[in-house]
């Protein structure tokens, strides 16, 4: 990976009380220098997250930026992502990136929601792509990965690229850096 090569990182950062969830947007280039910082909110528990995004790729994705990259598939307490909508938007490869392995998230999302509210995040969650798990570099870390608009062997490529420590693309460690900042400000306000 090219050292100027530049990626969108977006992550969240939420109070427990709050009804509003900081998304934080970070422009990294793969030798870890942050470029630009931009913010939207979604609401906790909603269904907004991806109009939220939508904004922010919309009126601020640079042309420079050749991937996304989000932390999470369900901000803002299961508030699910539409990971194809977003890469229809971006024109470019997305990467969906979390830590661990899980059974997924649909035993929470019964938990939490019933009815309509539970049946539209049900749909949205069964829409993204299956996640698959990528080894990092010689750390022998294991991140998993959904990936739209590019292929599986591009995929791990990215995420290896942009993880220069601790196993967190630069993009996404960066970007949570950025929201858990902006919450932090606006409780300060």
Same mark, same amino acid.
């Given at each position: 990976?090219?050292?100027?090569?530049?990626?969108?990182?977006?992550? =969240? $950062?939420?109070?427990?009380?709050? $009804?509003?969830?900081?998304?934080?947007?970070?422009?990294?280039?793969?030798?870890?220098?942050?470029?630009?910082?931009?913010?939207?909110?979604?609401?906790?528990?909603?269904?907004?997250?991806?109009?939220?995004?939508?904004?922010?790729?919309?009126?601020?994705?640079?042309?420079?930026?050749?991937?996304?990259?989000?932390?999470?598939?369900?901000?803002?307490?299961? %508030?699910?992502?539409?990971? $194809?909508?977003?890469?229809?938007?971006?024109?470019?490869?997305?990467?969906?990136?979390?830590? =661990?392995?899980?059974?997924?998230?649909?035993?929470?999302?019964?938990?939490?929601?019933?009815?309509?509210?539970?049946?539209?995040?049900?749909?949205?969650?069964? $829409?993204?792509?299956?996640?698959?798990?990528?080894?990092?570099?010689?750390? =022998?870390?294991?991140?998993?990965?959904?990936?739209? %608009?590019?292929?599986? =062997?591009?995929?791990?490529?990215?995420?290896?690229?942009?993880?220069?420590?601790?196993?967190?693309?630069?993009?996404?460690?960066?970007?949570?850096?950025?929201?858990?900042?902006?919450?932090?400000?606006?409780?300060?306000?």
């Amino acid at each position: 990976m090219k050292s100027g090569v530049r990626a969108l990182g977006i992550a =969240e $950062s939420y109070q427990e009380d709050a $009804s509003h969830s900081t998304l934080a947007g970070a422009v990294v280039r793969a030798d870890g220098v942050l470029e630009d910082l931009d913010y939207v909110s979604c609401t906790v528990g909603g269904t907004d997250a991806t109009d939220a995004v939508v904004d922010l790729l919309e009126g601020r994705l640079r042309p420079d930026v050749r991937y996304v990259f989000f932390g999470a598939v369900a901000p803002a307490w299961y %508030n699910v992502l539409d990971l $194809s909508r977003i890469a229809a938007v971006a024109d470019r490869p997305v990467l969906a990136v979390t830590f =661990e392995a899980s059974p997924g998230l649909e035993p929470a999302l019964r938990d939490a929601f019933s009815g309509r509210q539970l049946e539209s995040r049900l749909e949205t969650y069964r $829409s993204l792509p299956d996640r698959y798990p990528v080894e990092i570099g010689e750390s =022998e870390e294991t991140v998993y990965v959904r990936h739209l %608009n590019c292929d599986r =062997e591009e995929a791990a490529e990215v995420v290896d690229g942009f993880t220069l420590a601790g196993g967190r693309p630069e993009p996404i460690r960066v970007a949570s850096v950025a929201a858990r900042a902006g919450d932090r400000y606006v409780d300060e306000g």
